[in-house]
Nanobody
């Protein structure tokens, strides 16, 4: 069983930056892909970014050029660097990981609030 714990959320002004971390425990991480989703009350959960086992990445159009997903397998951690934050980025950011065919592990999320 893999446990995922997110950290790094908080309150930031528009235009600011945050780096989210997702620390995995319970299994070697290098075989897993990693994703960041975000959830706003009343809206569907949205896939923000994905990183494959080989480092390939995907971003939703609304964050391209502003967010960067990365991984450190030695630390069993996936990161999401978020720059030029906008109020519409406000959400609970949730980490997801697993084998590429079965992304079954979820964290509990960390709240990001972008407001002046």
């Amino acid at each position: 069983q893999v446990q995922l714990v997110e950290s790094g959320g908080g309150l930031v002004q528009p235009g600011g930056s945050l780096r989210l971390s997702c620390a995995a425990s319970g299994s070697p991480f290098d075989i897993y892909a990693g994703r960041w989703y975000r959830q706003v009350p009343g809206k569907q959960r949205e896939l923000v970014a994905h990183i494959g086992t080989g480092g390939s990445t995907y971003y939703v159009d609304s964050v391209k050029g502003r967010f960067t997903i990365s991984r450190d397998n030695a630390k069993n951690t996936v990161y999401l660097q978020m720059n030029s934050l906008k109020p519409e980025d406000t959400a609970v950011y949730i980490c997801n990981a697993g084998l590429p065919s079965a992304m079954k592990y979820w964290g509990k999320g960390t709240l990001v609030t972008v407001s002046s």
